[in-house]
């Protein structure tokens, strides 16, 4: 289980998972519907991505792949966006093959990669 902190200021709910970094905050509004804020520093996981490129380039020719290393925020939002990844899988490849710094596998993706 990952450990949250909590708090309720004037400027709404504060959550922050200690484990993943991410950051969330409930704003609400006066009209009353709310907006959901999500942040998550992402150093540590560009550096880690980092690494795992040059495990993945030293065990080349395995089936399974580890393709990219995304934050947690980015991936709940490009769910939100794209859909799952096996119903939309030319727009996940479409983005996966543009940040190439949260990419571990050097090729080139395709809807391919995301068959089940």
Do not use: C
Not at 34 to 44: K, S
């Amino acid at each position: 289980m990952n450990p949250t902190a909590a708090n309720i200021d004037r400027d709404g709910l504060h959550l922050h998972n200690t484990a993943s970094g991410v950051r969330t905050r409930v704003e609400y509004l006066p009209d009353g519907t709310f907006l959901i804020h999500t942040a998550q520093e992402v150093d540590d996981i560009l550096d880690h991505a980092a690494r795992l490129r040059q495990v993945e380039a030293d065990t080349r020719g395995r089936r399974m792949r580890h393709i990219a290393q995304w934050p947690v925020a980015v991936y709940q939002r490009l769910l939100r966006e794209l859909g799952r990844p096996e119903e939309n899988p030319e727009g996940w490849a479409r983005v996966m093959n543009d940040h190439s710094k949260l990419r571990v596998w050097a090729g080139r993706i395709g809807r391919k990669d995301f068959a089940r």
